[in-house]
């Protein structure tokens, strides 16, 4: 595996089709999901580690999000990535930033009414990579749910010829989704936080069982939170999986979104539910089978 810091360096490594896997560093199971996808279909896989700051809040946690770059080589490196991008940030922004990439109406609600300017951020530096790098195909998981509806529409809006692909969310053996917050989690915090994917299991079984109301799944996925002592729930949000808009009713490809605060770390899941061949059919993702990366190392 080549580690490069230019755009230039990485164009010049890659041949035949490349996958593209953006991450923020601090690497676990889920994001070698992705690069294990990327592997399968792709020539060169190329994995981008970079903290991006354009997409924290002046309150969020920039400073103290989780790095270890020796760790994420060696991880990239087993998982057999071809290309380590590690950019700093002057090859990202060299100049003061005179253009952002601003998507409508798919981030107004859920994270974007919340964290105002998150989703800019986030188009403009998967904007930034997509025209440095060039990527045939990117890989995203489906826990960020509306992130992905977001490059989606900005990949189709500015042409870029790029594949977005969506992988399932990997989840501990518990049930909780990975997240490189998670270490924040204390043990009474860490309990309180698996009501959040008990409330998400509900509703896929609901889903199975025929129900079909918005406000009904919603409920399903917010009653285990609001009992939960220690836990205080942002919203829980079926929206449509095209445009990011709340639905009344399950009439169309959705996902069920949950976001929720355990003390200082702030935690997000979901259910897709997809129209498939045999009908609505959740999608929870996949669970591992022994505690994370993310504990054996700390």
Same mark, same amino acid.
């Given at each position: 595996m080549e580690i490069v810091r230019t755009f230039a360096d990485a164009r010049a490594l890659g041949s035949g089709r490349v996958g593209l896997v953006p991450t923020m560093g601090y690497l676990h199971e889920g994001h070698?999901? !992705?690069?294990?996808?990327?592997?399968?279909?792709?020539?060169?896989?190329?994995?981008? !580690?970079?903290?991006?700051?354009?997409?924290? =809040?002046?309150?969020?946690? !920039?400073?103290? %999000?989780?790095?270890?770059?020796?760790? $994420? /080589?060696?991880?990239? /490196?087993?998982?057999?990535? $071809?290309?380590?991008? /590690?950019?700093?940030?002057?090859?990202? %922004?060299?100049?003061?930033? !005179?253009?952002?990439?601003?998507?409508?109406?798919?981030?107004? =609600?859920?994270?974007?009414?919340?964290?105002?300017?998150?989703? $800019?951020?986030?188009?403009t530096v998967v904007a930034k990579l997509f025209a440095g790098l060039v990527p045939d195909r990117a890989y995203f998981g489906r826990k960020d749910a509306q992130q992905l509806v977001t490059v989606r529409r900005m990949a189709t809006d500015l042409s870029f010829p790029t594949v977005i692909v969506g992988e399932p969310i990997v989840r501990e053996s518990d049930g909780l989704a990975l997240s490189s917050r998670n270490i924040y989690l204390d043990p009474a915090e860490r309990t309180a936080a698996r009501s959040i994917s008990r409330g998400i299991m509900a509703v896929a079984g609901a889903v199975l069982e025929g129900k079909r109301s918005g406000a009904e799944l919603e409920l399903i996925a917010a009653a285990p939170v609001n009992e939960e002592p220690g836990i205080d729930l942002d919203y829980a949000t079926l929206a449509s999986q095209d445009t990011s808009a709340s639905m009344a009713n399950l009439d169309r490809p959705a996902f069920l979104a949950v976001a929720a605060r355990v003390g200082r770390t702030r935690l997000l899941d979901n259910v897709h539910i997809?129209?498939?061949?045999?009908?609505?059919?959740?999608?929870?993702?996949?669970?591992?089978?022994?505690p994370s990366i993310l504990y054996r190392e700390a």
């Open positions: 070698i999901s !992705l690069v294990d996808a990327a592997r399968r279909e792709c020539d060169t896989v190329t994995v981008s !580690l970079f903290v991006n700051p354009l997409q924290f =809040g002046p309150t969020e946690d !920039l400073a103290s %999000y989780p790095r270890d770059p020796d760790r $994420d /080589a060696e991880m990239v /490196a087993a998982a057999g990535a $071809d290309i380590l991008f /590690a950019p700093p940030l002057a090859e990202m %922004y060299p100049t003061e930033m !005179l253009t952002a990439v601003s998507v409508a109406d798919v981030t107004e =609600g859920m994270e974007g009414g919340l964290r105002p300017g998150h989703f $800019d951020g986030v188009a997809d129209l498939t061949d045999t009908g609505w059919t959740p999608d929870v993702g996949v669970r591992l089978d022994e």
